[in-house]
């Protein structure tokens, strides 16, 4: 620390002088190759440097987004763009829009369609579910129909369809795809927690449709699926648990809520510490 100190208070004793050697920095990253470390270390050059413009085409790189999406399911590209002054992530939809029209170096179809599907995925996640990120969806799941030669592989894009078209507010639609994609994993005897994270889509849609008591055992089976496939302890079964205790709750089943948000919580704290943010929803609940 005293070696960073002294060399710090020579060479870079004015904000200028840092900002400077953060672009010099940020700039030998951008002509690597795409790669986990030119990931972490690129934007990082960038913010530092307040250097938006650089940071935003990063962020939109076509051969950068694949690694962007897969750390941390993408919140670390969240929190980039977010350093962004006046950049909301409900804008990001229509970038990578704009970006996607320019990406023309995937010729593969299976490239396209794993892009396609993390993308509409991630966005999608993040409450962002215009035409835009339908059409990922919707591409994906095309393509990998056209290409897959009758082999059921298209489960997952399927159910992107499906939460897409749920979140859209188009029930019927989403009804279908998720249908679909639950009658798929039973045929192919797919994984559990595959099975189960479709049985509790499909449930979401039926509660939305007033199947109450369908609704309820659908989510209940998809529970006992998921806990026979993760454990106990899997940050996975969150939304499981929150999911069902809520249809408990607004059935008047106020005890059987209440075992399942304090599962939930204990969980949480297990997983995350007692004073963590996301154990904000077991405690509202």
């Not at 060479?11 to 030998?28: D, P």
């Not at 998809?222 to 205790?245: D, I, V």
Request: glycine share 6%.
């Amino acid at each position: 620390d005293y070696v960073r100190i002294a060399v710090r208070d020579r060479y870079l004793s004015s904000l200028g002088e840092r900002n400077k050697i953060h672009r010099r920095v940020g700039l030998w990253f951008s002509k690597q190759i795409a790669s986990a470390r030119r990931v972490e270390e690129e934007p990082y050059q960038w913010i530092q440097a307040k250097s938006w413009r650089k940071l935003s085409q990063c962020l939109t790189e076509e051969t950068l987004i694949s690694h962007f999406l897969e750390v941390n399911d993408g919140y670390d590209l969240i929190k980039y763009w977010l350093a962004i002054p006046g950049i909301h992530f409900s804008l990001l939809e229509d970038v990578y829009r704009k970006a996607w029209s320019k990406w023309d170096s995937l010729s593969d179809w299976g490239e396209i369609s794993q892009l396609a599907f993390r993308l509409s995925h991630f966005l999608s996640s993040k409450g962002l579910n215009g035409d835009f990120v339908l059409r990922l969806a919707q591409l994906a799941l095309d393509l990998d129909r056209r290409n897959s030669d009758g082999a059921p592989l298209y489960g997952p894009a399927l159910s992107l369809v499906g939460q897409v078209c749920f979140s859209r507010g188009d029930l019927k639609t989403a009804r279908a795809h998720f249908e679909q994609a639950v009658q798929m994993t039973t045929e192919t005897n797919c994984a559990a927690d595959e099975l189960a994270i479709r049985k509790y889509n499909l449930a979401r849609v039926m509660l939305a449709e007033d199947q109450i008591k369908n609704g309820r055992l659908l989510q209940e089976e998809a529970l006992h699926e998921a806990l026979e496939a993760w454990g106990a302890n899997s940050p996975a079964l969150l939304p499981f648990l929150h999911g069902l205790g809520k249809v408990y709750d607004e059935q008047g089943l106020t005890d059987d809520a209440l075992r399942l948000v304090r599962q939930a919580y204990l969980l949480e704290q297990k997983l995350y510490g007692t004073n963590d943010v996301r154990a904000a929803t077991s405690l509202n609940n």
